[in-house]
T-cell receptor, first 109, second 114 residues
Framework: GQNIDQPTEMTATEGAIVQINCTYQTSGFNGLFWYQQHAGEAPTFLSYNVLDGLEEKGRFSSFLSRSKGYSYLLLKELQMKDSASYLCAVLDSNYQLIWGAGTKLIIKP | GAVVSQHPSWVICKSGTSVKIECRSLDFQATTMFWYRQFPKQSLMLMATSNEGSKATYEQGVEKDKFLINHASLTLSTLTVTSAHPEDSSFYIC??????????FGPGTRLTVT
């Protein structure tokens, strides 16, 4: 079956750095997405990786290793507004998005 | 660009009535739209994939007669929850796909059935 694993919850301090990991086993691979979702709101796009390596976008970076079925989202200089759920999703061979359960990130002052 | 809207943003209805939710791609044409449901503290659950001009493809366990999906044009898809019950109360989110890749999400519709 298809499976995406990410930690349920993480806590970090304002101004610090946090890394949210995601491992996946899917039928085919056409890219991996990270989305941010604040409580009561729809997800918003953060990043897309289809090749191995690190993609940097401001305070957020996303890394992919296809051979290991592994990705992480790195958030730097954490701000209180970064408190949200972070969803990892993989586009499988049918171009269907397979979703992880999300990681709830709690930022403490 | 790539803005998706949903209407209404929240709705309260009585048990047994039907509710229609609209999803529009405002500045692009979407051949494929998706409907998701999300219960509190859970991840998104795909309900159906909607292609313009053809019947929607429903995920296993989703009743097609209860959740009617119509994708009448390249910019509009509708989800009708028929004979709603309290257990249908949820956050319904649509998304539209651009090409084969990225999905853009609407803001969601919170449905409460009393």
């Amino acid at each position: 079956g298809q499976n995406i694993d990410q930690p349920t919850e993480m806590t970090a301090t304002e101004g610090a750095i946090v890394q949210i990991n995601c491992t996946y086993q899917t039928s085919g691979f056409n890219g991996l997405f990270w989305y941010q979702q604040h409580a009561g709101e729809a997800p918003t796009f953060l990043s897309y990786n289809v090749l191995d390596g690190l993609e940097e976008k401001g305070r957020f970076s996303s890394f992919l290793s296809r051979s290991k079925g592994y990705s992480y989202l790195l958030l730097k200089e954490l701000q209180m507004k970064d408190s949200a759920s972070y969803l990892c999703a993989v586009l499988d061979s049918n171009y269907q998005l397979i979703w992880g359960a999300g990681t709830k990130l709690i930022i403490k002052p | 660009g790539a803005v998706v809207s949903q209407h209404p943003s929240w709705v309260i209805c009585k048990s047994g009535t039907s509710v229609k939710i609209e999803c529009r791609s405002l500045d692009f044409q979407a051949t494929t739209m998706f409907w998701y449901r999300q219960f509190p503290k859970q991840s998104l659950m795909l309900m159906a994939t909607s292609n313009e001009g053809s019947k929607a493809t429903y995920e296993q366990g989703v009743e097609k007669d209860k959740f009617l999906i119509n994708h009448a044009s390249l910019t509009l898809s509708t989800l009708t929850v028929t004979s709603a019950h309290p257990e249908d109360s949820s956050f319904y989110i649509c998304s539209a796909r651009v090409g084969d890749r990225e999905q853009y999400f609407g803001p969601g519709t919170r449905l409460t059935v009393t």
